[in-house]
Structures are given as structure tokens and as C-alpha cells.
């Protein structure tokens, strides 16, 4: 909000005592935002739901791939991100914890995609794959920080009335 004050310098969040300031959970409260909230821990919900089971269902050639990449202890890691993943995809659907668990993903995502998506190391065709891989993933983790800073919203199980 822009406060007109009597040097007339607008000043930039400022309220005035006919607006009160609102909680960080009354800013929540419109239906476009709320539903932007839940459908966006949805959707990056589903992608680590999914990476997941892709994980469980192709278990031995993950485990190669991770080995050709130079991860030692690759099926001890790959146990960790199956179960990063699906925690952190449980947590976004319901709202529990889902600042933590964002955060925790985006933290989970930087090694990943520097190792796995190291277009700077590979030929011209597989380039631009990896290109776009590396920039999905760094576009996740902007999602992620956004989740993490705004919260759950006030649509979580948490606050479910049953």
C-alpha cells in the first residue's frame, strides 16, 4: 500500500489507521489465492510423487545411472532421494510441514541437478536436453522457495474440519 503522508513521500507498505494490517494468515484468505496455494503444492507435489515411484519402478538401471555418474554408494543414495521424495510430496499434498519440506527439496534439488544435469560436460545433442533439464529443475526449486516462504495457505489437513 502506498501511505501519502504530509511531505506527500509516498511510503511503500505503509497503512493507514482506517486499514488495519492484516495477519500473514488473513493474507491468505481470498479464494484465488488460497487455491493458488493448494494448487501449487499439488503440482509440485506430483512431480516428486512421481520421480519417486519412477525411482522404485526402475530401481537397478537409477542405480546405474547414478553409479555411471560417479555417485559411490549409489543405492544407499538413491534410497534417500526415494525417500526425500515421497515425504516431501506427502507433506506438500496435505500442508503439513510443507515450509520445511519445500525447503528441504530445494536443498535436495542443487546437487542433483548440478550432478545429474551437467550440460557443461556433455556433446552438442544431449546439450540441449540437459539444458532443459537443468532449468526444469532450477524452475521447481523457484516453486519451492515460493512454497517455502509463503506457507500452506489455509487449505492444509491441519485445518481440515472433519
Known sequence: MFDLRENNAPTVGAHS???PRSSA???YNTRGTM?????????LGGIFLIAALVKICNYESTTDHMLI???L???FYLNISIVLEMVGAFCLFTGLYSSAAALVLFFYLIPVTVLFHDFW?????????????????????GGLLLAACAGPGAWTIKKARW
Open 17 to 19: 489507521a482506517a486499514e
Open 25 to 27: 494468515e488473513g493474507a
Open 35 to 43: 487455491l493458488g496455494l493448494l494448487f501449487g503444492r499439488f503440482f
Open 69 to 71: 555418474q560417479g555417485v
Open 73 to 75: 554408494y549409489a543405492q
Open 121 to 141: 560436460d556433455v556433446q552438442q545433442f544431449e546439450q540441449q536436453f540437459q539444458i532443459m533439464s537443468f532449468l526444469k529443475n532450477t524452475a521447481i526449486m
